[in-house]
């Protein structure tokens, strides 16, 4: 569960996916998910100018604020949400069903259609290279006061494991239940790998045997079953009953044609994987990201996915960009646009702590991909600062979408950035917390040399739980890299 073990004041767990808006297809359940090949519009063209205003200032702030969300009759799943809810609800098949429905896909953006099969699908060499934090290693699971045996006469060590679908690798879980609130859930973890195959990766009649549509006989009520009345050989064979539809399908082919149908990743199995990552590796050592000074340039604080995701699709970033992240924390954002869009993908971080966790996100998110056969984008990551660093601004110079977190940096750090702004391609956009142009700038002959005469900017709004340090909403900015207000300017002026 993202986020949740930073103890930040005025913490909000994870946000629901039905508080971001954007646009989705609608798919059914079961069967391969095809992502539209059409673009969403650009959002600089909703947000352009006059022409009479263009050729003689920058953009102004412009607000999209976007309308209250109406109450749906079908509440859009939240992903994040299953790792904090109980498995002991009471065990009726209304239960299961609600249960089971709470990871159904919540759609696709309209990306350009990529290949995401990793290489060497369904061979010893892939399984070779799958290095993952395995879920019985995770957090405090051998501790008494916080974890609990699923059976009274069982110990903490009863273990089990669940095969990749790519190739012959598994991982081992304890089958274990926490007695906290909040903490790791790794029998909840297991139906959700089950949701997810059934969902996205397996034929339909594969599918009805691991989760049947109306929760009749099948995999996962049996396995939930089991679990509930603390039947630890009851969950071992239906986990074993699983492996065997995935091993079949894997054999016939099946798997591997499934996969090349996809033309992008899902987005709920993306949230899903970015979580497998992050509860493995940053919140063990979540304690480590809060020894930084409060309100100085290296604050910590993060970008929710469901936020992201709006972000990713407001600034149309697609499988051939270049997404940079100056500031980039624990590398949540540069690992899921690699993983989500499939594009290459850049994180700069300053902070040793940070910077050191997000190597190891990238290496488990690496392999975690694998066990599901999908390849990412090229994840690139800087441990140092983006001031006068040569690969970075090499980088930036061909970045389409460029993420600054400034939410806490100083003016002279600011005014920084505005200078290597000036080497950004055009149409370029800049993603901010705060914005970089001043209210009612206008270009003039006293500030002609202003970084910021090259930027048209447009404010938006994002809702509760799109960022860790609040609960509340609040504004952000997508500046538009467009040197025609200043071209413009200096034609009429003679200069």
């Excluded at 109980?86 to 429905?101: F, H």
């Excluded at 709920?268 to 940053?282: G, P, T, W």
Aim: proline share 4%; aromatic share 8%.
């Amino acid at each position: 569960m993202f986020f949740s073990h930073l103890g930040k004041k005025n913490g909000t767990p994870t946000p629901k996916t039905s508080d971001v808006k954007r646009k989705v297809t609608k798919v059914k359940t079961r069967k391969p998910i095809v992502a539209s090949v059409s673009k969403s519009p650009s959002p600089t063209k909703r947000a352009s100018l006059s022409a009479t205003k263009a050729a003689a200032t920058t953009a102004p702030v412009s607000s999209s604020k976007p309308a209250t969300p109406r109450k749906s009759r079908r509440k859009t799943p939240n992903i994040y949400q299953l790792s904090k809810s109980s498995l002991s609800e009471v065990d009726t098949e209304e239960s299961e069903r609600d249960v089971s429905s709470s990871l159904s896909t919540p759609g696709l953006y309209e990306l350009v259609p990529r290949d995401i099969v990793c290489a060497d699908f369904g061979s010893d060499k892939l399984a070779a290279s799958i290095h993952i934090t395995n879920a019985s290693e995770s957090g405090n699971l051998s501790m008494t006061d916080i974890y609990e045996a699923v059976s009274s006469d069982k110990s903490l060590s009863d273990r089990a494991s669940v095969t990749a679908l790519s190739c012959d690798f598994a991982e081992e879980y304890s089958l274990i239940k926490p007695k906290v609130p909040g903490e790791f859930e790794p029998v909840r973890e297991i139906l959700s790998v089950m949701e997810m195959t059934a969902l996205h990766f397996v034929d339909q009649e594969a599918a009805e045997e691991i989760k049947h549509p109306v929760m009749d006989d099948c995999i996962m009520r049996r396995f939930r079953r089991a679990y509930e009345g603390g039947d630890l050989e009851g969950m071992k064979t239906s986990m074993k009953e699983f492996d065997v539809v995935v091993k079949k399908q894997r054999t016939e082919g099946a798997l591997l044609a499934n996969l090349k149908k996809l033309t992008a990743v899902p987005q709920d199995f993306a949230y899903f994987l970015l979580n497998q990552v992050y509860s493995r590796i940053v919140s063990p050592e979540s304690k480590s990201l809060r020894d930084y000074k409060a309100f100085s340039n290296n604050v910590y604080g993060e970008l929710m996915p469901p936020f992201m995701s709006t972000v990713f699709q407001k600034t149309d970033l697609q499988p051939d960009s270049v997404f940079v992240d100056l500031g980039s924390g624990v590398g949540n954002c540069t690992l899921q646009a690699a993983l989500e869009v499939g594009c290459e993908s850049w994180g700069c971080e300053v902070m040793t702590n940070a910077s050191s966790l997000a190597e190891k996100q990238k290496i488990e998110l690496y392999s975690r991909a694998k066990m599901f056969g999908i390849k990412t984008g090229d994840v690139h990551l800087v441990a140092s600062s983006f001031v006068h660093n040569d690969e970075v601004h090499s980088a930036i110079s061909r970045a389409d979408v460029l993420l600054v977190n400034n939410y806490a940096f100083d003016g002279t750090l600011n005014a920084h950035l505005l200078d290597m702004f000036l080497d950004l391609k055009e149409g370029c956009k800049i993603v901010s917390l705060k914005s970089f142009v001043p209210v009612g700038h206008v270009i003039s002959e006293h500030n002609i040399e202003s970084p910021v005469n090259i930027l048209k900017v447009q404010k938006l709004d994002f809702y509760s739980g799109s960022v860790s340090w609040t609960a509340a909403g609040g504004t952000y900015y997508i500046s538009t890299v467009d040197r025609s207000a200043i071209k413009a300017f200096l034609s009429k002026g003679g200069y």
